[in-house]
T-cell receptor, first 114, second 114 residues
Framework: KAGVTQTPRYLIKTRGQQVTLSCSPI?????VSWYQQTPGQGLQFLFE???????NKGNFPGRFSGRQFSNSRSEMNVSTLELGDSALYLC?????????????FGEGSWLTVV | DAKTTQPNSMESNEEEPVHLPCNHS???????IHWYRQLPSQGPEYVIH???SNVNNRMASLAIAEDRKSSTLILHRATLRDAAVYYC???????????????FGKGTLLTVNP
């Protein structure tokens, strides 16, 4: 069974540009969530989608957005990139929501903003 | 949210058992104990989880104290591939059906010596 797939794995962008990251959850998983991981802040929740609806959003500016498609695949977009957006962006999926459902993470997309 | 406390680092020798402790003295009755690990340059990987009883799977065992205020992740025979940061987290089954409260602390950096 394929795991959570994230693309691209590595990318470099310039300040002011925008970026789109893609996530394919494990087959049958309907819940997708996104996290930002940096050495200083650790793992921070960005947003969560279930059945194409955003269910929760973390404390990030409006430059960070996402969506989920009918096949559960998800994308996140960051506009007007800042140097501080350099981080590992992780996508995670689970069958459903709630603590009884195991969350599986992808390998992440490493974003460097220069 | 209930917090967890883990040692910053631990060291083990290859082929030997490793016991990774986690304290969660403020755990509530509805908190599941989850363990994840993160290898360098990869996303977190689910290891094991439990509520009250000890749990075993192909990766590890989870021993939960009778009062649930602490738990121990047991790797029966450490290999070099087990070198990673191990995170102990609590997930409340009553968190509104959402995964958004998933937060990782600093975890324990496990070094495995050949």
């Amino acid at each position: 069974k394929a795991g959570v797939t994230q693309t691209p794995r590595y990318l470099i962008k310039t300040r002011g540009q925008q970026v789109t990251l893609s996530c394919s959850p494990i087959s049958g998983h309907r819940s997708v969530s996104w996290y930002q991981q940096t050495p200083g802040q650790g793992l921070q929740f960005l947003f969560e989608y279930f059945s194409e609806t955003q269910r929760n959003k973390g404390n990030f500016p409006g430059r960070f957005s996402g969506r989920q498609f009918s096949n559960s695949r998800s994308e996140m977009n960051v506009s007007t990139l800042e140097l501080g957006d350099s981080a590992l962006y992780l996508c995670a999926s689970s069958v459903g929501q709630g603590a009884r459902n195991t969350i599986y993470f992808g390998e992440g997309s490493w974003l460097t903003v220069v | 949210d209930a917090k967890t406390t883990q040692p910053n680092s631990m060291e083990s020798n290859e082929e030997e058992p490793v016991h990774l402790p986690c304290n969660h003295s403020t755990i509530s009755g509805t908190d599941y104990i989850h363990w994840y690990r993160q290898l360098p340059s990869q996303g977190p990987e689910y290891v094991i989880h439990g509520l009250t009883s000890n749990v075993n799977n192909r990766m590890a065992s989870l021993a939960i104290a009778e009062d649930r205020k602490s738990s121990t992740l047991i790797l029966h025979r450490a290999t070099l591939r087990d070198a990673a940061v191990y995170y102990c987290i609590l997930r409340d089954v009553n968190s509104g059906g959402s995964n958004y409260k998933l937060t990782f602390g600093k975890g324990t950096l496990l070094t495995v010596n050949p």
